[in-house]
């Protein structure tokens, strides 16, 4: 039993900037999950809306302060929030400039009682209009200083639909699980497909390290992709990958920290910066 609430925990809990982890489970009626991660991102590798490789000469960074929870309503019902409370974005030749970004409320289901499969729906709330202008830090030819765009919202709602299966296997330390997410988007951008599968395994009775695999498309006909930043993730496609561990300090608390990272073997790059990112959190379960 203990074994399985482990499995439980590590499928449950697990969150990032780039891979969020996906899984048939629900949490039991009354049962509180809570982890504040930091994170930390850097890279001047950008991959065009045509997947070509283009230095751009500077460094985009990107941080922030991640609180995500999830609360058991019954047995078979999940409320989920994600709150990425602090987000900085920047260029090593601008200014840092921040916000709150997109707050996600989300509630998942177990759609089985005797397999774990789940059907998870959240939406994504813009914090601002899209628009947080940083400076750069020299002027230019003409003595003036440039501004570009760096939100920390792309300023639409967004519709998450997930339908994830998970499986614990007979050793009580090992479990895999499987996902398919479609995004609804606003404000005319296109709607994206992600799938992906994550495989874990505890260690020691105190150690979980935990694979991740992931892919982004577009779910569009046009050829158009909406002008503006990358970071409203329009036309971006990628595979992703990550791996994680995470450590059980005490009966409640746990560390976890993570990397994941880019590729294209799967799914070209397009319109992406690409680079690892790292992240640690700390999290508390009861």
Known sequence: MLKNKYILFACCCLLTYCLQAQSGWTREAKGLYVQASIMNFSSNDYYTTEGRLADQGSDFNTSGLLIYGEYGVTDRLTAVLDLPLVRLNSFSTTETVGGVGNIQLGAKYKLLKSFPLSLQVALD?????????????????????????LPVSDGEFNVWTTLAASHGFKNGKTYASAFSSVNFRTEDFSNQFQAGVEVGHLFF??????GKLKIQERLSSENNVQSGSFLFGEGTTFTSFGFTSMYKLSDHFNLVAQYSDY???????????????????LAFEL
């Open 125 to 149: 709330i813009p914090t601002n209009d899209g628009t947080n202008f940083a400076q750069s830090k020299e002027p230019n030819a003409f003595g003036e200083f440039d501004v570009i765009n």
């Open 205 to 210: 009775d105190k150690l979980y390290l935990i």
């Open 263 to 281: 590729a294209g073997f799967l799914v070209d790059r397009k319109n992406v910066y690409d680079g690892g990112t790292f992240s640690l959190g």
